[in-house]
């Protein structure tokens, strides 16, 4: 692991299990979270517990990446990605007492191995992004996009497909 800024408090990589040759920039906030080897992890991400980054990974700058995301191998993932794992987000339950982890279940997404993530696009809960897919910049991920696609738009949608070999 190599911190790129030594002003970046180390206290908030705390319970990460990282991988060899992983480089964190400025302001990296992860914690409980798995990081494979050889990634690059930008300045002012957030990746949060339950969150699994494969190997030869780009994060780039002002991305979040909260619990039950799991990225493969080989993505890359765009400045201002912002992941959601919840479909009905509320603050407070029905008798207005705040809600706790208890009331609610995390829908998690995955991330297929080669695929790209373009700058500010969001990925709902609940999809698959297939593998080799490519996700163009300011998308709305609000379902599942097929292997070797391109989407893009909000919602996003395809706009090609690669011939299988």
Partial sequence: MEL???????????????????????????????????????SFVEIQRNARIGRNCKVSSHTFICE???????????????????????????????????????????????????????ILCGVTIGRDAVVGAGSVVTRDVPDGATVAGNPARPLSRKPKA
Avoid: M
Wanted: glycine share 12%.
């Fill in 4 to 42: 790129i800024n030594e002003d970046s408090p180390r206290r908030a990589l705390a319970g990460v299990r990282v991988g060899k040759n992983v480089k964190f920039f400025n302001f990296v906030n992860a914690y409980g979270c798995e990081i494979g080897d050889n990634t690059k992890v930008g």
């Fill in 68 to 122: 039950g995301v799991v990225v493969e191998d080989e993505v890359f993932i765009g400045h201002n990605v912002s992941f959601i794992n919840d479909k009905l987000p509320r603050a407070a339950n029905a008798d207005g007492t705040l809600k706790t982890d208890a009331d609610w279940k995390v829908q998690g997404t995955l991330v297929r191995r080669g695929a790209s993530i373009g700058t500010g696009s969001t």
